[in-house]
């Protein structure tokens, strides 16, 4: 059985950082697709940042040169870096993972960023 589940989500004040995790069982993240999401309230979910299988990495403009992907293949788990954070960034994030053809989902973790 798949599972995908983030964690490290919270409250944190303008300027601040976080680092979220997301942790897979039943799939290979190496040769996996990884991606992270986010959907704020009234929103659709968005596109924060994609790893691929071979490593590229990809960002939304938005949150260039302020977050980081990557993932530990060792532990099978791929993380977001989140630096410079800013009220805008308040959302929950979703970690996807691409896999043999199907996309698994985590159930979110939620950012928050305020003072």
């Known amino acids: 059985q798949v599972r995908v589940v983030e964690s490290g989500g919270g409250l944190v004040q303008p300027g601040g950082s976080l680092r979220l995790s997301c942790a897979a069982s039943?799939?290979?993240?190496?040769?996996?697709?990884m991606g992270w999401y986010r959907q704020a309230p009234g929103n659709g979910r968005e596109l924060v940042a994609t790893?691929?299988?071979?490593?590229?990495?990809n960002y939304a403009d938005s949150v260039k040169g302020r977050f980081t992907i990557s993932r530990d293949n060792a532990k099978n788990t791929m993380y977001l870096q989140m630096n410079s954070l800013k009220p805008e960034d308040t959302a929950v994030y979703y970690c996807?993972?691409?896999?043999?053809?199907?996309?698994?989902w985590g159930q979110g973790t939620q950012v928050t960023v305020s003072s």
């Open positions: 790893v691929s299988s071979a490593g590229s990495t």
């Open positions: 996807k993972a691409h896999f043999r053809w199907q996309d698994y």
């Open positions: 039943g799939i290979i993240v190496s040769v996996s697709a």
